[in-house]
Structures are given as C-alpha cells and as structure tokens.
C-alpha cells in the first residue's frame, strides 16, 4: 500500500504534540506514514504519544557539513532528472529573492529528500509553510509528486510574504489550525479555497475530568498553585507574568511552576531573582506529557499571557490551553491571535491584553481570590473544550483527503 511523506522540522518534539497526534490519529485511521524531518530531536524526553506511532522517519542532514558525500551523491541523481530543469528554476527563483545559506540549505535537503524517498510514497504533506516546505517543495518537484500542507503560526507570521505566495499557488491545498490564519492565508492566495480551517483539537484520552469537589484555596492559607505550559519564548510572554505577579497583593499566597524548555529560560530566572520571586517559582524545565498531565491536575490556575513577538511570531491555538480547559483547570490567557476561538473571556476562562502587566496582575488577584469563579470558569470550560474542540473531526477530514491521493 503506498505512504504518505510527512514532512517536520525536527521529530519527536516534546512542543508539538499535535503533530505527534495528528500522525497517530491517521495511522489509526489507515493512513500509512513516512516522517521525514529536518533533523534529529533535541529534547530530553519524548511522549508517550511518540512511543504509539508506527511510520519510520527519514532523517535528513541538517547541514550540508554533516553528510557531504550524501548531498553530493543526491545531487549528482537530480541532475540527471527529468524533473531537473523545472525544479532548479523554482529554486533559483527563491534563492533571487533569499540570498543566503540556509536557502541553499534547503535545495540540498529537498535533493537528499527526492533521491532517498522510497516507491510507495505517493504524496507530500508539510507541517510548516517556512523552512519544512521549501525542503518539502523541492522534494516535491524533483520526484514529481503532488504536494499538501499544514500551516500554524510562526511560519506563516514571520514568513516574507512573497515567499507564502508562492507557496500558497504552488501547493494543491492547506489546511490551517485557526480561523485568523485561514483568513490570512486565503487573502494571500490566488486560488482561496484550496486553504481549509481544520483545528487539530485534541484526544481527551488520558486527561482525566473535572475533579468533583469544588476548588477551595484563596490565598489566605495554602498557596494558590499557578501553573503555565510553554517555551521560554518571547511570544509566550513570560516576562510579562513575572512582572504581573510582582505587582500582586503581598497578602496574596501563591507559587507558580513553569514547563518547558527555550531560549529565555535562564534570562527568566534572572529576572525571577531580580524581582525576589525565586523562592515562589519553580521551573522544572521540558517535560514529558505524562507529567504536565500531573502537574495541571494538582493546580488551581493555568495563565499562558501570550503576545506578539518583535519579529512578529505569535500563538495559534496552545494546545497546552486546550489540555488544561479538558481537565478543568481555569485559565488565564491573552486575547492575541486565536485564543478567543477557544477562550470566552468571562464565560469558559479569563482574556486580558497582551503585553499588559498590570491587566494580568489584575486577572490573577481576583482569580487567586475567588476560588468559586476558578471553579465555575474551570467546569464551563471542560465542558465546551470537549463539546467543539476533540480532535477527530479533523482527522477524519485529513484522512479522507489523504485517501484520494492514495
């Protein structure tokens, strides 16, 4: 039976469960899968999800410095192509307007891609419109196979816009996990309704309900326990959450616990210590699901205060946001990008503006306080989360587009 390619940046990531999921779901529904990634996994851990997935993945070189001799053999077989001449002129195109290594980088990959790609894969599938599907593009072009993608967040804000373009008309169709992307996506392209809203949702198994005795810390005795799931990023803005719990009330007992991995990680801690937070913080690093699942479920509030970043990057629709809701757990969050689609500010959680410090330290104080607005806004919250957002109507979607190019 012939494979769908899945084309990612890295795999297995401990960030992008969705992915994981996504695959796991289209195998359990026939679909057979090759993962192809741009390099090795990095992280500490991987998920239990990860350990479920049966495709082999094709790992390719991340740096044309790590296999010479395998770019050099790949290329020296695109040469002789038919497809060769079509092919180069698309990169030659981008590489006009991107002058650079990395572009080059992705011509090598997307050779290594189309040389070693195995006869039973029939179709492309890219998650990510930046580096992922210029490799995936490439690939696509020099074996001749029609190609597809998935679009999220970074890679369609920070992307220069000429370079989705082409993209967007080259691809024979996109899906996108928000309503805003869908909306940005099609105003880009030529042929609109090849892009799709599909929400990647979420398999609630595993994540337990509601508890069913009511939340009962206010902040008088034992700590309000505030938990937040995500990369030490800008978009994530954690720097803003350490200055808001700066500003609360000093009657106000609580201690927040940070996972994840990323950039900032130690330039938050630095902040931490600056503000003399350190002893009500701790930050455990990346983490396995298995144990966000437990940390969430022992927690009283979840706050993910996400915003614009410089270069534009924003949230789609965290996942982590999706997991804490079907568990009860109230949360705090940001009206940026997507996060209403999924967070009615006073009914289902609590929505500030981003990049305000003192709204945020507002929102807390009153949600540290009132452990019955917590419990109220929790099991609203549980209840819509697994009513509208559960995972399989996407991928039965993906699936039945997959199977007619299968």
């Given at each position: 039976m012939s494979r769908i390619a899945v084309v990612v940046k890295g795999y297995p990531r401990l960030s992008e469960t969705f992915i994981a999921q996504e695959i796991l779901g289209l195998e359990r529904r026939g679909i057979p899968i090759l993962i192809v990634a741009l390099r090795k996994p990095y992280?500490?851990?991987?998920?239990e999800l990860h350990r479920q997935i049966s495709a082999e993945v094709l790992y390719l070189p991340e740096y044309v410095k790590d296999d010479p001799a395998r770019v050099a053999r790949a290329k020296r077989w695109a040469e002789q192509q038919p497809t060769y001449a079509d092919a180069k002129a698309l990169f030659d195109a981008d590489y006009a307007k991107e002058h650079n290594a990395g572009r080059q980088r992705r011509w090598a990959q997307g050779c290594v891609f189309a040389?070693?790609?195995?006869?039973?894969?029939?179709?492309?599938?890219t998650h990510y419109l930046h580096t992922p599907c210029s490799v995936a593009r490439y690939a696509a072009h020099l074996s001749g196979k029609g190609w597809s993608f998935s679009a999220h967040a970074k890679d369609i804000w920070t992307s220069a816009e000429w370079d989705l373009r082409t993209k967007l008309d080259d691809a024979a169709w996109g899906v996108t996990c928000t309503g805003v992307n869908v909306d940005h996506l099609r105003g880009l392209s030529a042929n609109p309704d090849k892009v799709e809203l599909v929400y990647h949702g979420l398999d609630f198994t595993g994540f337990p309900e509601p508890k069913a005795e009511p939340a009962e810390r206010d902040g008088t005795g034992d700590p309000v326990r505030i938990v937040s799931v995500g990369r030490a990023v800008e978009k994530k803005g954690y720097d803003d959450l350490l200055k808001a719990l700066t500003l609360l009330p000093s009657s106000l007992n609580w201690h927040f616990t940070h996972i994840g991995g990323g950039e900032?990680?130690?330039?938050?801690?630095?902040?931490a210590d600056r503000y003399g937070l350190s002893d009500r913080?701790?930050?455990?690093?990346?983490?396995?699901r298995?144990?966000?699942i437990k940390s969430c479920s022992e927690s009283d509030l979840f706050v993910l205060p996400s915003k614009l970043a410089k270069s534009g990057d924003r949230d789609g629709l965290p996942n982590v946001l999706m997991e804490a809701q079907?568990?009860?757990?109230?949360?705090?969050s940001t009206s940026v990008s997507a996060i209403p689609e999924l967070i009615r500010n006073g009914e289902t959680g609590v929505l500030v503006p981003p990049a305000d410090a003192e709204a945020l330290a507002g929102a807390l104080a009153d949600l540290i306080a009132q452990p019955?607005?917590?419990?109220r806004l929790g099991r609203a919250a549980s209840a819509h989360v697994r009513s509208t957002f559960a995972s399989a109507p996407?991928?039965?979607r993906l699936a039945d587009k997959f199977r007619k190019v299968l």
């Amino acid at each position: 039976m012939s494979r769908i390619a899945v084309v990612v940046k890295g795999y297995p990531r401990l960030s992008e469960t969705f992915i994981a999921q996504e695959i796991l779901g289209l195998e359990r529904r026939g679909i057979p899968i090759l993962i192809v990634a741009l390099r090795k996994p990095y992280d500490p851990f991987i998920h239990e999800l990860h350990r479920q997935i049966s495709a082999e993945v094709l790992y390719l070189p991340e740096y044309v410095k790590d296999d010479p001799a395998r770019v050099a053999r790949a290329k020296r077989w695109a040469e002789q192509q038919p497809t060769y001449a079509d092919a180069k002129a698309l990169f030659d195109a981008d590489y006009a307007k991107e002058h650079n290594a990395g572009r080059q980088r992705r011509w090598a990959q997307g050779c290594v891609f189309a040389h070693e790609l195995p006869e039973d894969v029939t179709w492309i599938h890219t998650h990510y419109l930046h580096t992922p599907c210029s490799v995936a593009r490439y690939a696509a072009h020099l074996s001749g196979k029609g190609w597809s993608f998935s679009a999220h967040a970074k890679d369609i804000w920070t992307s220069a816009e000429w370079d989705l373009r082409t993209k967007l008309d080259d691809a024979a169709w996109g899906v996108t996990c928000t309503g805003v992307n869908v909306d940005h996506l099609r105003g880009l392209s030529a042929n609109p309704d090849k892009v799709e809203l599909v929400y990647h949702g979420l398999d609630f198994t595993g994540f337990p309900e509601p508890k069913a005795e009511p939340a009962e810390r206010d902040g008088t005795g034992d700590p309000v326990r505030i938990v937040s799931v995500g990369r030490a990023v800008e978009k994530k803005g954690y720097d803003d959450l350490l200055k808001a719990l700066t500003l609360l009330p000093s009657s106000l007992n609580w201690h927040f616990t940070h996972i994840g991995g990323g950039e900032l990680s130690d330039e938050l801690k630095v902040l931490a210590d600056r503000y003399g937070l350190s002893d009500r913080i701790t930050w455990r690093g990346a983490q396995p699901r298995e144990e966000v699942i437990k940390s969430c479920s022992e927690s009283d509030l979840f706050v993910l205060p996400s915003k614009l970043a410089k270069s534009g990057d924003r949230d789609g629709l965290p996942n982590v946001l999706m997991e804490a809701q079907s568990m009860g757990l109230c949360c705090l969050s940001t009206s940026v990008s997507a996060i209403p689609e999924l967070i009615r500010n006073g009914e289902t959680g609590v929505l500030v503006p981003p990049a305000d410090a003192e709204a945020l330290a507002g929102a807390l104080a009153d949600l540290i306080a009132q452990p019955q607005s917590r419990d109220r806004l929790g099991r609203a919250a549980s209840a819509h989360v697994r009513s509208t957002f559960a995972s399989a109507p996407g991928l039965d979607r993906l699936a039945d587009k997959f199977r007619k190019v299968l």
